[in-house]
């Protein structure tokens, strides 16, 4: 367990707009400029970028991930990034 290492890091294109969601398979990030990332947990690589905006923390389930910005509910896939609906 100790000592603990790093096992990697990204770079993002801008800081984080709120709390970091995963669902043990990726990471996502929404960023203060806009955009959602998912990373991959296990070697930190882009998943994929979806345009999405929100200052409040994603929260991932079943294969999704809620994103509230913009007056909007979104839920996203969350092996693609991809809407699967909006409220």
């Given amino acids: 367990l100790f000592p603990l ?3 990697w890091s990204a770079e993002l294109d801008a800081a984080p ?3 970091l969601a ?3 398979e990726r990471i996502y990030v929404a960023l203060a400029t806009g955009g959602l990332l998912a990373v991959n ?4 690589a882009q998943v994929w970028r979806a345009d999405v905006k929100t ?3 994603p929260a991932a389930a079943d294969d999704r991930v809620y994103v509230i910005g913009e007056g909007v509910l979104e839920a996203l896939d ?3 990034g991809r809407a699967s609906w909006r409220t």
């Fill in 41 to 44: 947990a296990d070697t930190g």
């Fill in 55 to 57: 200052t409040l923390r």
């Fill in 22 to 24: 995963t669902d043990n």
């Fill in 17 to 19: 707009a709120a709390a």
């Fill in 5 to 7: 290492r790093v096992r």
């Fill in 78 to 80: 969350a092996r693609t």
